[in-house]
């Protein structure tokens, strides 16, 4: 059982969470704009896939900024008249413009407005129209997209939270190893660590010894400089009695 359940956990799961995505889809997609969008769930799920709760606010911030680019490139066409074969001056300035300014974003970590990925995921959602079309083109229409984005962004978000947290392995905090140890093999261990005590107050003995001996060894010779300072001193007296002797014989 735990073998199938580790093959078919995740799969389950995320079939639950689309199951659920989809229904509100059913209801909610039709009272926003007559449409579904379960698709730009599905992209903020597979896009964050993975990634920290902080990264997840973050990227709907990044939406945020993402969908004011786009809702900028979108309407800098009308700024001027002039094209080259279609394209608009302005429009493609101001596209190599924001674009290029959106790349300043990463820097900003403290402000929570550093991820790219977001960004570029709202630009692609404002063009996109959310397979509806329904583009900026009116300050409702541009609401509405928007509120859509940061909706469904959410579902996808909370998907990829949830399977994260369902998909994390428990760890055990003992392994399987250890588990399968018998009481034989504890007992063999503690037999061990006592017999290893002795040992150390074996070594600690045989230090004391040592330490004893190499006293020994420098009391020694200063016994015997005492006993030849004995020698010396009572070969001189020696030496000297038999002088005053001989002396006191010459005399008489």
Known sequence: MKKFWSIFKMPIIVGIIASVIYIIDAFLGKA????????VAFVSWTIFYGVSFNERIRALIGNVIGFLFG??????SSFFGGSVAGISIAGLLFVFLANGGMMFFPKLKKVWMNSISGIFMGVFLTFSGLGVSLYPTSVSNAFLQLGTILIYSTFGLVAGYLCTYFGKEKTASIPEVEKDMTTETIQEENKEEIKEEP???EISEKVEEKSENKEEKVVKPRKTTTSTKSKTSTSSTTKKSKTTSKNKKESE
């Open 71 to 76: 809702l900028l490139m979108f309407h800098s």
């Open 32 to 39: 926003l704009a007559d449409g579904s969008f379960m698709w």
């Open 199 to 201: 040992k150390q107050e």
